[in-house]
């Protein structure tokens, strides 16, 4: 192998991390200290060093578009001293000549490119913006047969599942872990600090500068609202009320993901029970899903594009549920915004089972409006992503449970035909 050298030097507060020794890693870091630019030279010196066949790294951000405008230009100036590299515009990827190890840059909003393929190691930056199925489902298994290592790295937005990964991973002594804050890394002057600070939220600065997980997400809808049912004490283990009848609310993707709430409506306390989301599969497996639940399904909660028809069918997919031995409602076209203050006004009553719901309450964190980066303000609308089914489907239930013309808590319906209550 013929001897690199490589002319980068990485800031002395990323040292510790470019030596650790474990296979895991967590790094909270602050705007601007660095992170990208030390995460693409470790990077680079793992494909240096890398001794097996055709190594493959990946760095992941949550946009391909955030991966080319933040890490593509480092990648190339850093190997560009290396003769005989080969570099793909189009796939974003840097092949090394000694021994085919190669870098790719990836969006995660398609994170199933991923699925099939090796690697020896990844980046998942600001992984709190990624869908949190994108690490058990893809990336993970991607690592096993190699034994690849992972970092996740990014700056706090709420207590979501980079905030998750991140504590479990100061718990644990296979896991290298570092938080890195502004006020203690010196890397922004005081006087630029002290600026910032003037023009931002208390909160605002304390996330993107102290490393601060206590923030709610900027724009997050129902950020608040779920910080203060934990701080109550209502996101808790919520037993199934036998007395009491048991809804599922849906949104039904085409294509794409399908969410599903159960819940329960005890006097004025609405129980969420269970959350579940997946993706590219028909609606006989949801049906299957709730008919395997350990208590009857007494009402389905459908939104108003379930009445529309299939062209190959002919029939609408109320018909369908209905079909299945299901009991469904149908609530009217309504705006995103009458749906979102429907809830948060009701949000007080909400109780969540930790369990059950811990995927879906995580979604309902990250679901905010969309942010105008020309202008710097929230747009008036919700931004769509991975977040959005979960969150559509919340909603169809709250109005569901407030248009339907009866209250959700009137005498207990009939069990289903396919299920004895």
Not at 6 to 12: K, S, T, V, Y
């Amino acid at each position: 192998m013929p001897e690199i050298i490589l002319d980068i030097q990485a800031r002395q507060q990323f040292v510790p991390y470019l030596k650790r020794k474990e296979r895991w890693s967590s790094v909270v870091a602050h705007r601007r200290a660095g992170k990208t630019v030390a995460c693409i030279m470790d990077l680079i010196a793992k494909a240096v060093e890398h001794g097996s066949r055709e190594p493959r790294f990946a760095y992941i951000a949550p946009t391909y578009g955030q991966a080319k405008d933040v890490a593509w230009a480092y990648l190339k100036e850093y190997t560009q001293a290396i003769p005989g590299m080969k570099y793909s515009e189009s796939e974003l990827s840097a092949t090394f000549p000694h021994n085919g190890a190669r870098i790719r840059l990836y969006g995660a909003e398609n994170y199933d490119r991923l699925r099939g393929l090796y690697l020896d190691g990844c980046i998942i930056d600001e992984s709190g913006d990624i869908d949190p199925r994108a690490w058990p489902e893809v990336i993970r298994p991607a690592l096993s047969d190699r034994k690849g290592w992972a970092t996740f790295i990014g700056t706090p937005k709420g207590r979501n599942h980079f905030y998750k990964t991140h504590k479990a991973a100061q718990d644990r002594d296979d896991w290298f872990s570092a938080e890195l804050k502004a006020s203690v890394t010196k890397i922004i002057d005081e006087g630029e600090l002290a600026d910032a600070a003037r023009s931002m939220t208390d909160e605002q600065y304390r996330q993107e500068y102290e490393c601060s997980f206590d923030a709610s997400i900027v724009g997050s809808y129902y950020g608040r609202d779920l910080e203060q049912a934990e701080e109550e004490g209502r996101i808790t283990s919520v037993p199934y009320d036998k007395a009491a009848d048991v809804f599922a609310c849906w949104d039904l993707g085409i294509g794409d993901a399908m969410a599903i709430w159960i819940f329960q409506v005890v006097g004025r306390e609405w129980h969420w029970l269970l959350h579940y989301e997946n993706s590219g599969l028909g609606l006989d497996h949801y049906v299957d899903w709730i008919k395997a639940l350990p208590y009857p399904v007494h009402g389905l909660i459908l939104p108003h594009d379930a009445e529309a028809r299939e062209l190959q069918t002919g029939k609408s997919r109320v018909q369908f549920l209905t079909d299945r031995g299901f009991s469904c409602e149908v609530v009217p076209r309504h705006s995103p915004d009458d749906g979102i203050n429907a809830a948060r006004m009701t949000f007080n009553r909400f109780w969540f089972d930790r369990d059950g719901c811990a995927g879906g309450v995580d979604l309902l964190r990250m679901y905010r409006a969309e942010f105008d980066d020309k202008r710097g303000v929230l747009k008036p609308r919700p931004l769509h992503d991975f977040a959005s089914h979960t969150a559509d489907a919340f909603r169809c239930g709250v109005m569901g449970g407030k248009e339907q013309g009866r209250p959700m808590n009137a005498p207990r319906r009939r069990a289903p035909s396919w299920m004895a209550a």
